[in-house]
């Protein structure tokens, strides 16, 4: 249940297979989290909705709570992602949690070193990938507390 | 699952034994270390009390308000050393600032949580703290 006075979540998805965007957003639907998920489809659409140019101007929901994002987004890579956030002195602060499959230990190393705050090895199967990708939205949106949202009020009892 | 070792690096005895059982109920923790200051803290990471290498752990749990240096110097040491770069550290306090929360990640924090007043509520927060950063999490370093 959403909590009158405070301000709806946000997860910035970034991932461009749509059989995994339907999962995604299943589970957390699912999940019955108070959160909104926005899906961008390429590191375009993604900086676009985080800057609030073309497709999004105009219409600024807001610096999502996370962003999660695949390593192979196209021609783009997730490290593109966090390079352009960290970057940015408007984006700098936001977790960014990089969710994939097949990185080495230095990949997954020199993602840290950009700035990612969190990786995640993405599961092989759709059963065990909605289960992570629940827990995954309820620690970073129920959780964790960013800069942009004041302190949060919880629904206890926890579970993850 | 190989061993899981979490530093918790907090002055309250009561927040200490509270996080102590959070993470042991966790079931991902096999080891749990707790340390009231930073001093003791770097001697466990760095120095070892066996006056060897030391050790580092596979989490940092470290409150904000720590003596004698503080959460935020600690967590800058810890970021700036090869060793203990890429251990993930999650910062907890009970009262915190906007500004403040953002010194923590610009300074490499890898979550923060604020600490419920409630000892039931902060035991099952971290318990599902210990879930994400021991189970789901990898961290740099980790195969």
């Given amino acids: 249940m959403s909590d009158a006075h405070e301000p709806q979540s946000?997860?910035?998805w970034v991932e461009d297979n749509m059989d995994e965007e339907v999962l995604v957003l299943r589970a957390i639907r699912q999940a019955s989290l108070a959160c909104q998920v926005i899906v961008a489809h390429?590191?375009?659409?993604?900086?676009?909705?985080?800057?609030?140019?073309?497709?999004?101007?105009?219409?600024?929901?807001?610096?999502?709570?996370?962003i999660v994002t695949n390593l192979r987004i196209g021609a783009q890579s997730g490290e593109d992602l966090i390079v352009e956030v960290r970057s940015r002195k408007e984006l700098r602060l936001i977790p960014v949690v990089v969710l994939t499959g097949g990185a080495s230990p230095a990949k997954i190393d020199e993602l840290y070193r950009r700035g990612a705050n969190s990786f995640i090895e993405k599961p092989t199967t759709s059963a065990e990938f909605s289960v992570l990708v629940a827990n995954l939205a309820r620690y970073w949106t129920h959780f964790n507390r960013s800069v942009s949202r004041p302190k949060r009020t919880?629904?206890?009892?926890?579970?993850l | 699952m190989a061993a899981r070792t979490v530093l918790v690096v907090e002055d309250s005895d009561v927040e200490s034994q509270m996080l102590e059982k959070g993470l042991r109920s966790s079931g991902s923790a096999r080891t749990v270390v707790c340390v009231n200051s930073t001093t003791a803290a770097e001697g466990y990471i760095f120095a070892g009390s066996d006056g060897g290498q030391g050790?580092?752990?596979?989490?940092?749990?470290?409150?904000?308000?720590?003596?004698?240096?503080g959460g935020l110097a600690f967590l800058k040491m810890l970021r700036s050393n090869e060793r203990t770069r890429g251990v993930p550290v999650l910062m907890m306090s009970s009262e915190m600032r906007d500004q403040d929360v953002g010194d923590l990640?610009?300074?490499?924090?890898?979550?923060?949580?604020?600490?419920?007043?409630?000892?039931?509520?902060?035991?099952s927060l971290v318990t599902a703290a210990a879930n994400y950063w021991l189970t789901l999490n990898l961290s740099a370093g980790q195969s």
């Fill in chain 2, 55 to 69: 050790s580092v752990p596979d989490l940092v749990v470290l409150d904000v308000k720590v003596p004698p240096a």
């Fill in chain 2, 105 to 123: 990640y610009r300074s490499g924090a890898n979550s923060f949580l604020d600490k419920p007043v409630d000892g039931q509520e902060f035991i």
């Fill in chain 1, 154 to 159: 919880r629904n206890f009892p926890y579970a």
């Fill in chain 1, 10 to 12: 946000t997860i910035l």
């Fill in chain 1, 42 to 66: 390429s590191v375009k659409e993604a900086l676009d909705y985080l800057l609030a140019r073309n497709a999004f101007h105009g219409h600024y929901p807001g610096i999502p709570d996370v």
